[in-house]
T-cell receptor, first 117, second 113 residues
Framework: AQTVTQSQPEMSVQEAETVTLSCTYD???????LFWYKQPPSRQMILVIR??????QNATENRFSVNFQKAAKSFSLKISDSQLGDAAMYFC??????????????FGKGTKLSVKP | DSGVTQTPKHLITATGQRVTLRCSPR?????VYWYQQSLDQGLQFLIQ???????AKGNILERFSAQQFPDLHSELNLSSLELGDSALYFC????????????FGNGTRLTVT
């Protein structure tokens, strides 16, 4: 079974600084996809960034980037130039593919990020 | 706006009752997923449908059932409700390919009293 582990229940960062959220996963699949989702106080689930396991290049979306270490099964999220609006719960997720359009996202427990002005 | 619509936003009901949560996926998406988020359990996968057929099942209780209709909207039925069923229920949709991300609705907050 796939598992996703986020070892930091809470993190704090100063506005304009950089913060890295950790995530490790375990899978026996060779083809899989990894995601970071953000859940602000409004409770919406917002896709932040996606990484295909077959791609060596780390994904980047504006101030958000990942450090994907496939051999170590590590998938950390780096937020640069942190803004007050980045304060949220961040979930790391791995897509479990059963084949034939079957599958689901397995989520970590989340990391609560606070941004200090 | 993700394009996924969930109704109602809030639902308050008593133990033992039955409720139906509704989800309309994004235009063009064939897969619908249901997740339960409670305070101490994180996001738990319940069930997935693809183009009207059940495709994957997670930790869904026997008291819960779901279906996806020909117009691709989905309903999650929760019966014999217990206090512990109080949670935020999310619907998400995707085009169905493994590389496509899930887009989430705003959730239905269920409170069982």
């Amino acid at each position: 079974a796939q598992t996703v582990t986020q070892s930091q229940p809470e993190m704090s960062v100063q506005e304009a600084e950089t913060v890295t959220l950790s995530c490790t996963y375990d899978t026996s699949e060779s083809d899989y996809y990894l995601f970071w989702y953000k859940q602000p106080p409004s409770r919406q689930m917002i896709l932040v960034i996606r990484q295909e396991a077959y791609k060596q290049q780390n994904a980047t979306e504006n101030r958000f980037s990942v450090n994907f270490q496939k051999a170590a099964k590590s998938f950390s999220l780096k937020i640069s130039d942190s803004q007050l609006g980045d304060a949220a719960m961040y979930f790391c997720a791995s897509f479990m593919n059963y084949g034939g359009s079957q599958g689901n996202l397995i989520f970590g427990k989340g990391t609560k990020l606070s941004v200090k002005p | 706006d993700s394009g996924v619509t969930q109704t109602p936003k809030h639902l308050i009901t008593a133990t033992g009752q039955r409720v139906t949560l509704r989800c309309s996926p994004r235009s063009g998406d064939l897969s619908v997923y249901w997740y339960q988020q409670s305070l101490d359990q994180g996001l738990q996968f319940l069930i997935q449908y693809y183009n009207g057929e059940e495709r994957a099942k997670g930790n869904i209780l026997e008291r819960f059932s779901a279906q996806q209709f020909p117009d691709l909207h989905s309903e999650l039925n929760l019966s014999s409700l217990e206090l512990g069923d109080s949670a935020l229920y999310f619907c998400a949709s995707s085009v169905g390919r493994t590389s496509s991300p899930l887009h989430f609705g705003n959730g239905t907050r269920l409170t069982v009293t």
